[in-house]
């Protein structure tokens, strides 16, 4: 299709989400696993609705305006409707498409700009922005700020923000970890870990414990320092040109290390990573080796699926449960894996909650530029955890745990959240 | 477009956020599950509670607004496309379950209730609604009220309008109106409530809703079978029940279908077999087990080339999944489907699917029919592209003529979908000029001002032979 035959509001380039625009039938089937439908009851909030919208746009019924736009970006992309479709529109997608020719054709914020091109792409930067959280955390400014309700002065939602991220590690993973850790006995694989920001920022412990338990199962670990974001927050925003920058910075670094698997512990980094020989399917350079990178990257939980698994595992006395992360179950396919890895845990009663992959409402940023909507999203998530009188949730995401971990305290709820690894490598570790 | 004073009026009625006015907010409103129909409305309204219904229908008379009543949109004859522009009222804000009743096996439900999650409550005390369209995870009670809906289990069970035994209605006036009720027998008065099941929001905005139950089955045996002539499937349907036997479920999946599925599900389905039935059985175990038998003895009298039964509840769904994908088989392999329901006696099940295989050929069109054989409700479903203008003039003339069909073959049509605006023009094929002139005059006296759901089932354009109107 050329630029004159294009569909008005979308450009050539994003050609085939109109073909897969009509191939919506309406028949509505999305509405029934919409977590934004169900929290707003309006068709305008539903992916049927979000679908039309675009439709509507790129045939020259609608424009661009703030509206649209904010309707584009209410949708969790969380890919429950994707999955019920009966003709196979992946309205999440659509969506993303239509982000990315929002930020082409409207001008965009520079502090939009400044995050995507400036900051997230570099590890360093990461570091030093997070450094403040680190310290305020640590020094107990936050317990004091807390207690005092000295948060509770500050607008509501900008309080609430204040007591959501975890307990930040003061090292960063990136420093911690050597570039290669040695297999404990014999070498059997020799696989690459993908850093990521979240889980290396934020949850540094919990995966350190990744590459201790795939050491102590017979891998090679090698961890490139200058692996930098997968690029799905970029691409949650529409900034496509910097999600293939940095798909191309990882493929090169992984391809340079020469490893079986690129392995990670971050549901998300997962799928963009499997999702990178889409997105550069059509660069002429890259396309082989994105389609390559993909193939061999794989979920901590799938990959120990695969190898026979050591079993000298100490006993952990807990009840679990879990919730499946988006990008985990309906963007990999993978739900089996973490609940066996829990369930070979001596000592773990093991309990399903209801609706174990309904959306927790974390959906990246979502928490932070939708706080009502995801509250509401998070409370019906909640509500079916609490039923299951579980200890410990167990996800497989660090923006899932994040949202769980603010969920927990927001129902006063006595449960801790964790990564499924990270409690296997707690049943590893000598007491 | 709506003057200012009247969205004043409907925001201090229902509350500013329960009145939607952008643009965005418009295009998802002017359109349901109905191809190629559409048209945004002026306003969209989500009342709370009868009294804003009442009030938001008062003030339609009084302003001269039309007013479409809505559940989840997931009707297939463009009943809830607000085709003069409008009001959209969306009732799915009303979505209590507020009373089951298990001593008179009864429930009062709002309107904005999803049908499967009242499935899921009466079942789980024993109990059972047994209509269950294909929509009816989204489906609303109120729009299967509206348009009678129908499903796989209507052959032994019967559909909407079976059950439903009671109604709070806001006539089209604005009065509140209360029909039926809990007693098994009542013949006091004119049946309003059967009159207002199925009538399409065009005479009153349903608010309350009270169906009765039946207690649930113990058990279900599931068949798959197929033959190797249309002929013996549809001998098997009327011998199965000249042998007194009724099942829940009898469905028909013909070979285009059947070959769409197979794509879809890779089930090694035998892609050479001009039929598949899907048969299911329930009731007590013994009662299951003499039937499923019975069942099984006269498909092999009726030439069934393979037979497979369920021993299990996971078996069942994975025998149904042939019959339950063949809607997303067919939406995969073109963008636009155009699925009908024109409906024969059964005992004109085999004629009919022939005629439509004859219709296809002739206008060069693909056209897949499955659905209901037990009670003649077939689904003759067009694929095609909306884009391609020259091939849609060739399926309008299919359709056209597979109405044609189904009325001279005896039978009606729509089953269960409803006339909307799509069948509307050929309304008078069926109901005569008595029928249409007594269907008008009902209208006109409830809703003198035609303010609910204007221009559907044509009765806005229906015009009596002879002199003036």
Known sequence: MTEESAPKGFSPKRVPSYDEVLNCIRCGLCLSVCPTYREAGTETNSPRGRVALIRAAAEGKLELSHNFVDHMYRCLNCMACAEVCPSGVQAHEIVLDARVEIANKLPQPAAKKWIFEGLVPNPNRMEAAVWPLRLYQRTGLRWLAERTGVLGMLPHHLGEVAKMPPTASMTPLRRKLPEVTPAQGERKYRVGFFLGCAQSLLFAENSAGTVRVLARNGAEVVTPKDTACCGMPAMAYGDLDTAMKLARHNIDLFEKAGVDAVITDCATCGEFGKHYKELLKHDPEYAELAAAYSDRVKDISQFLAEIPLDDRLNEIKVKVTYHDPCHLARGQGITAQPRDLLKMIPGVEFVEMKEPNWCCGGAGTYMLTHYEGSMNILDRKMANAANTEADIIASGCPVCQMQLGYGVRRAKLRMKVTHPVALLDQAYRPR | ?469
């Open chain 2, 1 to 469: 477009m709506l003057e200012q004073s009247i969205l004043v009026e409907l925001e201090r009625i229902v509350g500013k956020e329960n009145l939607l006015c952008t643009k965005e907010d418009l295009v998802c409103y002017g359109f349901d599950a109905t191809p190629r129909l559409g048209r945004w409305p002026d306003a969209v309204v989500r009342p709370g509670n009868t009294r804003d219904v009442s009030a938001i229908i008062q003030l339609a008379n009084g302003d001269g607004f039309k007013v479409i009543p809505r559940g989840a949109g997931t009707n297939l004859s463009g009943g809830t496309v607000p085709i003069q522009g409008g009001v959209v009222m969306q009732m799915n804000r009303m979505n209590r379950i507020q009373e089951i009743d298990t001593e008179n096996l009864t429930a009062w439900v709002e309107p904005g209730v999803v049908t499967s999650d009242l499935h899921a409550a009466v079942e789980a005390i024993g109990l059972f609604y047994p209509p269950d369209p294909g929509s009816m995870t989204v489906s609303t009670m109120g729009g299967n009220v509206a348009e009678n809906a129908g499903g796989l289990r209507g052959l032994k069970y019967g559909v909407t309008r079976d059950y439903v035994i009671g109604l709070e209605v806001v006539l089209p006036t604005g009065e509140v109106m209360n029909t039926g009720g809990k007693t098994i027998k009542n013949v006091t008065g004119y049946d309003l409530t059967k009159l207002m099941v199925g009538s399409e929001g065009t005479l009153g905005v349903i608010t309350r809703i009270l169906v009765k139950l039946i207690p649930k089955p113990e058990a279900k045996k599931t068949m798959l079978v197929f033959y190797r002539t249309l002929n013996d499937a549809a001998e098997t349907v009327s011998s199965i029940i000249a042998h007194r036997i009724i099942p829940p479920t009898l469905e028909f999946l013909d070979n285009v279908t059947i070959n769409c599925v197979e794509q879809y599900i890779h089930a090694n389905l035998p892609l050479e077999m001009e039929a598949m039935l899907l048969i299911e059985v329930d009731g007590p175990p013994s009662v299951v087990e003499s039937d499923a038998a019975k069942v099984m003895q006269v498909c092999r009298e009726h030439n069934a080339a393979e037979i497979q039964v369920s021993a299990t509840p996971e078996d069942s769904l994975r025998l149904s999944l042939g019959r339950r994908s063949a809607l997303p088989a067919c939406a995969r392999l073109k963008p636009t489907m155009v699925l009908e329901d024109a409906t024969v006696p059964r005992s004109q099940v085999a004629p009919m699917v022939r005629q439509i295989q004859e219709i296809a050929k002739k206008h060069d069109v693909l056209i897949a029919t499955f659905g209901h054989a037990g009670d003649g409700n077939l689904h003759p479903t067009i694929l095609c592209d909306e884009r391609d203008h020259e091939q849609m003039e060739r399926v309008d003339l299919a359709v056209d003529e597979i109405f044609k069909a189904a009325l001279a073959l005896g039978g009606t049509l729509s089953g269960e979908h409803g006339i909307g605006l799509s069948k509307a023009a050929f309304m008078t094929m069926e109901m005569k000029d008595a029928g249409m002139k007594a269907t008008v005059a009902i209208k006109r006296a409830l809703d003198p001002n035609n303010v609910l759901n204007p221009g559907k089932m044509y009765l806005d354009d229906y015009r009596a032979p002879g002199a003036g109107n």
